[in-house]
């Protein structure tokens, strides 16, 4: 009975290890299944990585020679080069806007003492002055600032080209703990500048207490297509197929041959030669549940594809389901990271295809924002009151649904809707 029992427990895990090696295979991205490889070789003791034959002509190659490798510039380099070409500097402010320009910190403020920096650099400080406030003309808003404070109030001035950036940033630091949109607003009034609602929330919006990060770029992004969608130049017809990866697992011979006299390792041997196995059926099964979603996005998306609609849909995943018969977990792994390519060009396979809770919300979506702009009336309308005005049309959601569906619609509260 104890011998079942632990044969049934053996069997569990061995089941979940075959589930979760599907699952990782399924949701791997095909520009990722090198590393994958590499992941499983590393911890295999008689798998080694190999080049698959390309003999079907639907394999990529793994090649990454054609594409050209880009030298991302350094941002004091970015940042040199447009003062250059905007002609905010000329030769002879060069060297001393390069050193500037590297010794601004991860979030693109200067926090050196101007005096003591310009006598290390040996240029005068108003030089110095003359290159900081040049860099705070540049996009993005903030760079060369002083702290967050001074940085929001630069950014402020981009909205308020009449704010006095100075006493503003001094106003800022001593609320610098909550930037909120009371402070803003104590803070204009203490400036005496008037700011409409709108104003306020464009203010917002541009608020950034680390701008550099935004000229910071990342790696290169090579996208290779898990699904190709073509169109036949002859008859028309859309055609559907999937590339297999470049990497696969190939089993040493050396080391299965070395343990056939001992029953121990060859039990180990044999167990990891399974999962070896395990790999190739998960790529097999990829490659079949890819294939049933492009032929799928072919049925929903044709008009689309073929150029005979403009706006480009997006299929319902409870349709994709019914359509290929996978469970809601194993759409979710297909959908993950892929990328489908199409006679319209190559998206996210997750930005074609809209989750339930998206299908149910949008005709409650769409009711709240016909709603707002239906008068004079329903603007003045509190989420609360919105709420109910739906229940009593049939379309029961709460308060605090009412007020998600209404900032994704990018319709403000009430109170600034009124003011």
């Known amino acids: ?221 090579i996208v290779v297509p898990d699904i190709v969608i073509e169109q036949d130049s002859l008859t028309g017809a859309l055609q559907c197929s999937v590339p297999g990866p470049a990497w696969g697992l190939a089993i040493d011979p050396m080391v299965v041959s070395s343990v056939r006299k001992d029953p121990e390792a060859r039990k180990q041997v044999l167990m990891e030669v399974t999962k070896v196995r395990w790999i190739d059926d998960a790529i097999v099964e990829r490659t079949a549940i890819l294939a049933k979603l492009g032929d799928a996005l072919i049925t929903s998306l044709a008009p689309y594809f073929t150029n005979q609609s403009s706006p480009p849909s997006r299929v319902p995943v409870e349709h994709l389901m019914q359509a290929t018969g996978m469970s809601r977990t194993i759409m979710v792994r297909a959908l993950r990271r892929k990328y489908v390519k199409t006679p319209r060009g190559t998206f996210r396979l997750r930005s074609m295809v809209m989750d339930r809770w998206q299908t149910a919300a949008a005709p409650a979506k769409e009711t709240v924002a016909l709603l707002l702009q239906s008068g004079r009336d329903s603007k003045a309308m509190s989420d609360r009151e919105i709420a109910e005005r739906l229940a009593s049309q049939g379309i029961h959601i709460s308060r605090r649904t009412v007020a998600k569906y209404r900032l994704s619609l990018g319709i403000p509260a009430r109170y600034f809707r009124d003011n």
Not at 142 to 167: E, I, K
């Open 1 to 221: 009975m104890r011998g079942s029992q632990k044969q049934r427990q053996q069997l569990s895990l061995r089941q979940k290890s075959y589930l979760a090696t599907r699952g990782l295979v399924l949701e791997q991205p095909l520009s990722d299944f090198g590393t994958l490889m590499d992941r499983f070789a590393a911890g295999s003791i008689v798998a080694e990585k190999h080049v698959l034959a390309n003999t079907s002509g639907d394999t990529w190659n793994g090649d990454l020679d054609s594409f050209a490798d880009l030298v991302d510039s350094t941002p004091a380099e970015l940042i040199v080069d447009e003062l250059l070409d905007r002609d905010i500097i000329d030769d002879s402010q060069v060297e001393c806007a390069r050193f500037v320009a590297s010794d601004l910190d991860e979030r693109g403020f200067f926090t050196k003492q101007i005096s003591r920096y310009a006598f290390s650099i040996n240029v005068s400080t108003a030089e110095v002055r003359r290159v900081l406030a040049a860099i705070r003309t540049l996009e993005p808003a903030g760079l060369g600032a002083t702290d967050v404070a001074h940085a929001f109030a630069l950014q402020m001035s981009r909205v308020l080209p009449d704010l006095p950036v100075t006493a503003c940033a001094q106003f800022l630091r001593t609320r610098q703990r909550s930037v909120s949109p009371g402070v803003i607003r104590a803070c204009l009034r203490k400036l005496r500048i008037e700011c409409d609602p709108a104003t306020l929330q464009h203010i917002f919006t541009v608020l950034d207490p680390e701008p550099a990060k935004r000229m910071i770029s990342g790696p290169t992004c």
